[in-house]
T-cell receptor, first 114, second 112 residues
């Protein structure tokens, strides 16, 4: 099973709201990723967690706050977002244990910031 | 820096073969992936090839790797309307295997 699940599928929020995106995988993977994707563009890496520790932060604004409560779960907390943050947010996971880190993606959360 | 290039559009007739091309600049690229994205969906891993291989076949999909020219191709045999999607080429290397370099994606349109 190579399934990564994400909730919610869609989210509309105002610029003063606080919301969270959730991601879950049960493949025993130890690396998890957040990406942002604008329409018809490739995904842009935001954060990588390895063994529940943040290993890569691609200079993402602090209004995005990731959290990895355990090896199966990844959250992205959102606060005071801007309209330009509207995008598809994708979660991915990979084994995290070796040289080959093939990434498996979830279906994404489509976020609209008003 | 590293770059991955793809042609942006490809249009084929149903039943024909499609060939999507990708070129990359980093000669240390070790892992090369093809992802498919249907409208409104996430990214689906289609296939991948490692730099110690020249070809990989998986049902209707054939991946060819020319390391000398740093060229990767994805051939889809007997293309169907359900193959209409954006296809992304992504490459990684052993030194930094979690940060993939992505192409801009090729939008494949399959006409009946």
């Amino acid at each position: 099973d190579t399934e990564v699940t994400q909730t919610p599928k869609h989210l509309v929020m105002g610029m003063t709201n606080k919301k969270s995106l959730k991601c879950e995988q049960h493949m025993g993977h130890r690396a998890m990723y957040w990406y942002k994707q604008k329409a018809k563009k490739p995904p842009e890496l935001m954060f990588v967690y390895s063994y529940e520790k943040l290993s890569i932060n691609e200079s993402v604004p602090s209004r995005f706050s990731p959290e990895c409560p355990n090896s199966s779960l990844l959250n992205l907390h959102l606060h005071a977002l801007q309209p330009e943050d509207s995008a598809l947010y994708l979660c991915a996971s990979s084994q995290g244990t070796g040289e080959v880190e093939t990434q498996y993606f979830g279906p994404g959360t489509r976020l609209l910031v008003l | 820096g590293e770059d991955v290039e793809q042609s942006l559009f490809l249009s084929v007739r149903e039943g024909d073969s499609s060939v999507i091309n990708c070129t990359y600049t980093d000669s240390s690229s070790t892992y090369l992936y093809w992802y498919k994205q249907e409208p409104g969906a996430g990214l689906q891993l289609l296939t991948y090839i490692f730099s110690n291989m020249d070809m990989k076949q998986d049902q209707r999909l054939t991946v060819l790797l020319n390391k000398k020219d740093k060229h990767l191709s994805l051939r889809i045999a007997d293309t169907q309307t359900g193959d209409s999607a954006i296809y992304f080429c992504a490459v990684g290397n052993a030194g930094n295997n979690r940060k993939l370099i992505w192409g801009l994606g090729t939008s494949l349109a399959v006409n009946p």
